[in-house]
């Protein structure tokens, strides 16, 4: 019997932080493993969604104790989580990294699931050498037990007892998420929208505080500055671990250099990152996984290995790349007229077979069902978290002296001659390397530093703060607070002491105690706005997402003048659908200046909100004529001009897009969405067809070339097409789905009158039973299914076809031109041709929101029988499982309440007309839609199982379901 639900797998790690690399391993678990009916979960220490909207929102590992026997399985890592230690990190409990893996292998044992390592990295400081009995059964329990460097196998085997298998890291599978295609796409997306001329050579540039190594930032960027320009380079700056501050980093070289960088701080995509990096002549950065995501997709590289972690050395061994490892950033800007002339590099073969056996042994576990628990549980008894409380705590206590607390200065051990600093002397004092000290978790050799100093000065601030710092780094929440409380008693008005009384509070859970102390900083002290970002970013983490933009209300209450307060609210309000708030904000922060990338980009979304379709067709208009060309406002500008029916500026707008950006898949997407002559269609394909040939163009592109060339009559183009993509893991699934559709139609050729160049085509048909109006899509047929190929299983129907395409694109509320001006008048015109055919019975049929127009228009002519294939009743939302992206569509669609536009009170009261709603019973939010129809007898949803599209219409015609439903509306 087939399992009635898919596989879950838990994946483990920090997926609750901003941190690019971290983010990738559960996006690469679901990509390899979907295919084998195997949904990935993301389980993190909080269930804290990141800003990212292309990463998975991870569940807490409470809630995943809770609902432990729901899983078939756990995956522990990547990242470097194999340790005991305690990082002071908003929510995170003293047990947070532990339980990762320690925690996750008790609950796996204790409900008979697989464990499985994904190369995660081990971070070891001053462990015992003992190993402890749960440590011993951890790693027994381990089905695959795989770490990512030799370093890290050698630490554990030492500690644990069993030597982990060594395998790359699996960020490595970026390429395989991600294609190169569909990033070198996006980067040309990208570097549009910063404006970088195409002939300007571009450097993906990845800084990290800690790897200036004390460098003063201005003389650094002088340096960067002088070697861009000896090569005729610019660079996008990349902040690849907001967590550990890099946005701050980049937006400080960014206005210290803006004539040659430019900054992507501000991304909410990790593809923006990903396609930043391999989109670019060549990558310089700190980090691990920005290193292996230039190794992923071939880019010339230097790693600047500051410090020299282990992990930087062992995967720049496996990736062949040990070259690419610098010693500092002077050494990386040297080479930069080397590594721009480089080579493309190709990751060795040995890195994807063992990528593809590690994925097929993840695989093989978990579809061999629950394991016998024959394991001996790592904690006795019935609360494990409590156990890994106590384990952990004596570990910790167990440590050799000096590595597991930080000792209090004013007690600390005498100072040794030669260490002497005195008020004459304080230049001595570093904080750069303090700080250092204190991120890299070696704590007491910051404490040591911080005792010398105050030993001689006791008041000197910055070793108070560094001191407050290291408190929190250690863990002792309170003790911090403490110290900070101190600290603002005696220099209140210092907005340090201010900012390390904040960042205490949250640390010790004390939110409402620091939002408090956060207006009163914002009332009463005077600071940059740099410190502000770094205050409210810290403090926006501990406020729940439902309450940000009351928070942020609060706040821009105190700051009206502030840009970084506007911005944030206005992206806040976005998200959370105030879209008045988000104009309101947006037209403010534009006030001072252009808007970033990011901001300019959401209020071209908002145009129409802020006022009608054609206002906003004239704000785009006015920008081209500005010189604002990028392919997001040009395909922007086509949509708004034929809701507005300004066809003329859409098809302008279309044909420049064609010309600037013919390789950019959204080009493409916009032209199926375009209706042209034939002829014209015919010479678009000509070019489209020799750049398929001969320039490689990504998935993406390719699926929409596919589609094109169908509307266009190249059926041969069109199927190759799709067959090469069949095999693509994105494109794949609704490359195959339209394959076996067209299979199904077969070959017969359209009757004439469908493929005339009209918005309105009527086949007639001698002996008709009846009318079928079909209500073409946004692409103008059913699903991706063009009236031409629609019309093999149409024309052997006994009834006069009516065939519809709305060139407003506005699912037919704009009525369409050759029937009207409006809606009313369409509808009143589509009556009297269904009595000029000589009536009998009226059906009508559309997919998708052209369903939704089949049902309005159904009802308003008094069709017998309405076939909506994944349509919908109401536009309104129907909770949580809906895609955002689909609710704003409706909403720019609808423009107004979409209540008043539910048709259920309409359906029943007009019990003539019957609804067959088909959907996918895969597809959740479609599931959620048809929840409407419940109660009403004239409606019927047929629900094809096991479906897991919203294009429903593709398997209805593979399986003969459609012309079924069709058959039994004319009485077949």
């Known amino acids: 019997m087939p399992r009635a639900l898919p596989r879950r797998l838990a994946i483990f790690g920090t997926f609750d932080v901003e941190n690019y690399g971290d983010l990738l391993f559960p996006l690469i678990a679901q990509q390899r493993l979907s295919a084998a009916g195997i949904e990935v979960v993301a389980v993190s220490p909080t269930a804290n969604a990141t800003r990212y909207n292309d990463a998975l929102s991870p569940i807490s590992q409470t809630e995943f104790a809770r609902n432990a026997d729901r899983f078939d399985g756990v995956l522990i890592g990547g990242g470097n989580i194999i340790h005991t230690n305690e990082f002071a990190l908003p929510n995170y409990t003293a047990t947070a990294y532990p339980a990762l893996w320690v925690g996750a292998t008790a609950h796996a044992v204790r409900h008979g699931l697989p464990v499985i390592w994904n190369s995660p990295g081990v971070l070891l400081s001053g462990e015992d050498e003992t190993s402890p009995d749960w440590l011993r059964r951890t790693v027994a329990a381990a089905d695959r037990f795989v770490v990512r460097d030799s370093d890290s196998a050698e630490a554990l085997a030492k500690w644990s007892g069993r030597r982990p298998a060594l395998m790359p890291d699996t960020a490595l599978d970026l390429a395989r998420l991600w294609p190169s295609g569909m990033m070198k796409d996006r980067f040309r997306r990208i570097r549009a929208n910063l404006n970088i001329p195409d002939d300007v050579r571009v450097v993906a540039l990845h800084v990290k505080e800690r790897s200036l190594n004390g460098l003063d930032l201005t003389a650094f960027t002088k340096s960067l500055s002088a070697a861009l320009r000896d090569n005729g380079a610019v660079a996008i700056l990349l902040a690849i671990g907001r967590c550990h501050g890099d946005h701050r980093v980049a937006q400080s070289i960014h206005h210290l250099a803006p004539d040659c960088t430019f900054s992507l701080d501000e991304s909410t995509a990790l593809a923006d990152i990903a396609a930043a990096i391999a989109g670019a002549n060549a990558y310089l950065g700190a980090s ?63 890195v994807s077979e063992k990528l593809d056996a590690h994925w097929n042994d993840v695989t093989r576990l978990l579809t061999a069902g629950r394991k016998h628990p024959r394991r001996a549980d790592v904690f006795p008894g019935s609360d ?39 008020e004459n002397t304080q230049m001595k004092w570093d904080s750069a390397v303090i700080d250092r000290m204190i991120s890299e978790g070696n704590l007491d050799a910051a404490a040591e530093q911080i005792a010398i100093m105050l030993g001689q000065v006791p008041d000197f601030l910055p070793a108070r703060l560094a001191e407050v710092r290291a408190t929190l780094a250690q863990g002792d929440a309170a003790r911090a607070i403490e110290l900070a409380a101190d600290l603002s008693s005696k220099r209140p008005e210092n907005s340090w002491v201010w900012l390390a009384n904040l960042q ?104 129409p909100f802020a006022g009608t379709m054609d206002a906003a067709t004239d704000h785009l208009l006015s920008n081209w004529k500005a010189g604002v060309e990028n392919v997001e406002i040009l395909c922007r500008l086509c949509r708004f001009a034929a809701a507005a029916g300004r066809f003329d500026v859409t098809e302008n707008a279309l044909r420049r897009t064609l010309e600037l950006y013919p390789l950019e898949w959204r080009s493409i997407y916009r032209l199926n969405r375009v209706f042209l002559s034939h002829a014209e269609d015919a010479a678009i394909f000509q070019q489209l067809a020799v750049l398929d040939a001969t320039q490689k163009p990504g998935a993406n592109w390719r699926l929409q070339f596919a589609l094109f060339a169908l509307r266009a009559g190249q059926e041969d183009f069109g199927r190759a097409a799709l067959e090469g993509l069949a095999g693509d893991d994105a494109t794949g699934p609704t490359a195959r789905s339209l394959l076996a559709a067209l299979d199904a139609l077969g070959a017969a050729a359209p009757r004439a009158p469908v493929i005339a160049d009209a918005h309105v085509r009527v086949v007639e048909k001698a002996d008709a039973r009846g009318t079928l109006i079909v209500f073409g899509g946004f692409l103008g047929g059913l699903s991706h299914v063009n009236d031409r190929y629609l019309d093999a299983l149409l024309a052997k129907l006994p009834a006069n076809i009516v065939y519809l395409r709305d ?101 029943a009261a007009q019990p003539k007309t019957r609804l067959i709603q088909v959907i996918g019973g895969a597809y959740a939010p479609d599931v959620a839609r048809a929840q409407a129809l419940d109660g009403l007898d004239n409606a019927q949803v047929h629900v094809m199982q096991g479906v897991d599209t919203h294009h429903v219409a593709l398997p209805a015609i593979a399986d003969g379901t459609l012309r079924r439903l069709l058959e039994n509306a004319f009485e077949v």
């Not at 230097?302 to 062992?314: E, Q, T």
């Open 288 to 350: 691990l996984h920005g290193h292996i995501t230039a190794a992923a997709y071939g880019v010339a590289s230097r790693l600047v290995a500051v410090p020299a972690l282990y992990k930087f050395m062992g995967q720049a061994t496996q990736m062949n790349r040990m070259g690419d490892v610098v010693c500092s950033w002077a050494e990386a800007l040297e080479a930069l007229t080397k590594v721009l002339t480089q080579s493309s590099q190709p990751l060795p073969q040995d």
């Open 384 to 422: 494990l978290d409590a156990s890994l409380e106590i384990a952990i705590r004596h570990a910790r206590a167990a440590r050799p002296r000096g590595t597991a607390s930080m000792p209090d200065p004013l007690h600390a051990r005498h100072i040794r001659k030669g260490n002497l600093v005195t």
């Open 504 to 607: 205490s509070l949250l640390a010790g859970a004390r939110h409402q105690e620091a939002i408090t102390l956060f207006l009163d900083g914002l009332n009463r002290l005077e600071f940059d706005e740099s410190l502000m970002i770094t205050a409210l970013n810290d403090l926006l983490t501990s406020v729940p997402p439902k309450q940000q933009v009351s928070f942020l209300k609060s706040v821009h209450a105190q700051r009206p003048e502030s840009t970084v307060v506007q911005l944030r609210l206005a992206m806040r309000a976005y998200a959370s659908g105030d879209r008045g708030l988000a104009i309101d904000m947006l037209d403010r922060a534009e006030q001072a200046g252009p808007l970033p990338a990011y901001a300019a980009r959401v209020k071209s979304q908002l145009l």
């Open 807 to 907: 060139p407003y694109a506005r699912v037919y509320l704009n009525g369409i031109p050759d029937l009207g001006s409006d809606e009313h008048q369409m509808q009143s015109a589509l009556l009297r041709l269904v009595a000029e055919l000589g009536g009998g019975r009226l059906i009508t049929m559309g997919g998708s929101a052209a369903g939704y127009a089949a049902l309005r228009s159904g009802l308003a002519i008094g069709a017998d029988k309405v076939i909506s294939l994944a349509g919908f009743v109401t536009p309104g939302p129907v909770g949580q499982g809906e895609p955002i992206h689909s609710q704003r569509g409706m909403e720019e669609l609808f423009e107004t309440d979409l209540d008043t536009f539910d048709l259920c009170a309409a359906l």
